[in-house]
């Protein structure tokens, strides 16, 4: 018995030093390809497998691409795409489970595209997990076994799920890379045949916001009604002034109104005007936003704060194009576009009867969404360039450049509060410069990582996962702004879970509840 324990200790002992090692190669990682070709040979070594690939999913073309592997030729790897659903690769990325096959020379599920083969007398298992982060599916990781008859592979499962964990952030920004790249060549296709619009005012080339300004050409000649969808701080003001600026109005008003900020008592003052006399302080006749924007175009921002009452109203507006003032009895014709904005879930609000259902579909004709800066990543390079510039007039400054390790913390950041907080980081940022440079130790003490400022930890393997449950908690909480349930959801665990370890953690809940209303 003690001879087992012993050899039990040893295993244990030998897991955690090849987990901490991986660890330390994907924080010191400069060149993301080479590492994960580094990791992937070293679990080979480790689970005495032949063969082990990372897939990754390109939501672009619908298609999962072998991107990194060990024992791979090149041309072999060249033939591993898939479509999802499309074999056992494909069929995981369906699925979200991780799928075993203990002899892939009798299962058909199993298409070997790669055409790998075994030097093994036995047979040869398959075995491929999910690699998720923020509850999507980027990659597969996977790896081919010789065995003499083995049955019971839950244990290598159970460690590639470990180490699946371990670089899934590494793997998500591949992943990005490579839907980048492909989007650049079709660019770079559409260059030679068409012109592609962008925006003036808009700073931006990942393919995400490509999408987008394809939607703003088609839509922006015409007069239907636009609804932005997108969180805080994404920029929705601007997608709906460069609408604006690329309809046949653009030389006509664009009147801007946030909703949320104008006082229920005022707001139907404001938007349609009133008469001398037709409440107490009306002394004089009042022009409202509609009938200023006449002929051109009208923003309205934070639609989901508008009241009932004057949502009835909007919907004549949209309906018959006519206004009446405020206390007045005469109908004024109007020709004015409307284009709202959101960060609200509407749908759930109908069904709680907190805005009318009616009035949704008349403002949400033709809907955008305006991706988070987490979803256009590529884009984050050329906006602090914008920023440092823009910020360097405003402020006097001369700062000249930020350094590659601050870029790559300002890449691997969720961003909560978007391209808002993006300018905010680097403004605070070139404050602290003292050299004309922006350095990693510059950036806000949420971004700074152990490399950044000199704090690798060397305890523990317990203390270093702790640290990480730790962190995946405050990054929930940071993004459901402070909401205990949601972010218990978010990280598939109770909601008494989630307080045990809240209270175990000594996490201050109420620092994340006033998010919700600085970014909004």
Not at 357 to 365: P, Q
Request: proline share 2%.
């Amino acid at each position: 018995m003690l001879c087992d324990r012993i050899k039990r200790n040893c295993y244990v002992e030998t897991d955690l030093t090849f987990l901490v090692n991986i660890s330390n190669i994907i924080g010191h990682s400069q060149d993301i390809y080479q590492n994960l070709e580094v990791v992937l040979e070293d679990l080979c070594k480790f689970l005495d497998a032949q063969y082990s690939m990372i897939a990754i999913v390109d939501r672009n073309d619908d298609k999962i691409m072998i991107s990194a592997a060990y024992g791979l030729t090149k041309e072999e790897k060249n033939r591993g795409v898939y479509k999802i659903g499309e074999g056992i690769i494909g069929e995981v990325v369906q699925t979200e489970k991780a799928i075993i096959i203990n002899d892939i020379s009798k299962s058909k599920r199993f298409l070997n595209k790669t055409g790998v083969t075994s030097d093994s007398s036995g047979p040869m298992a398959f075995l491929c997990v999910p690699l998720v982060i923020r509850n999507e599916i980027t990659a597969t990781l996977s790896i081919h076994k010789a065995h003499n008859g083995m049955t019971d592979f839950s244990a290598e499962i159970k460690f590639l799920n470990i180490v699946g964990t371990l670089i899934a952030k590494n793997v998500s920004i591949r992943r990005k890379q490579i839907e980048e790249v492909d989007e650049l060549r079709k660019e770079n296709r559409l260059l030679r045949g068409e012109r592609i619009y962008k925006p003036d005012n808009i700073i931006g080339n990942s393919s995400s916001m490509n999408d987008l300004y394809r939607l703003i050409e088609k839509v922006a000649p015409t007069n239907s009604s636009i609804m932005i969808r997108g969180e805080s701080g994404v920029g929705k003001e601007l997608i709906a002034e460069a609408i604006h600026n690329a309809s046949g109005r653009s030389s006509k008003p664009f009147i801007k109104v946030n909703c949320s900020a104008l006082p229920e008592s005022l707001i139907e003052s404001e938007l349609f005007g009133h008469e001398k006399g037709s409440f107490t302080g009306a002394n004089l006749s009042h022009t409202g936003r509609f009938e200023m924007a006449n002929g051109g175009t009208i923003f309205l921002d934070e639609i989901g704060d508008i009241p009932i009452s004057i949502q009835v109203k909007l919907l004549r507006v949209l309906q018959q194009r006519q206004i009446e003032r405020v206390g007045g009895n005469k109908t004024i014709d109007i020709d004015v576009r409307i284009i709202t904005a959101t960060n609200r879930n509407l749908e759930e609000m109908i069904k709680q009867n907190l805005f009318r259902e009616d009035f949704y579909y008349r403002i949400n004709v033709f809907p955008i969404y305006v991706p988070a800066l987490r979803e256009r990543a590529a884009d984050i390079p050329i906006l602090t360039d914008h920023f440092i510039a823009k910020l360097n007039k405003i402020n006097g400054t001369n700062v000249k450049r930020i350094t590659g390790s601050a870029l790559d913390m300002l890449m691997m950041y969720s961003w909560p509060g978007n391209i808002r907080e993006l300018e905010n980081v680097i403004e605070r940022a070139m404050v602290l410069s003292t050299d004309c440079v922006i350095h990693s130790y510059n950036l806000p003490p949420t971004l700074q990582t152990g490399m950044s400022s000199n704090t690798i930890n060397k305890g523990t393997l317990k203390n270093a996962l702790e640290q990480v449950e730790k962190q995946m908690l405050i990054d929930s909480l940071i993004e459901m702004r402070g909401n205990i349930t949601k972010s218990a959801e978010q990280l598939g665990i109770t909601r008494r879970i989630m307080g045990l370890l809240i209270a175990r953690y000594k996490i201050q809940v109420k620092n994340y509840k006033h998010l919700s209303n600085e970014q909004n």
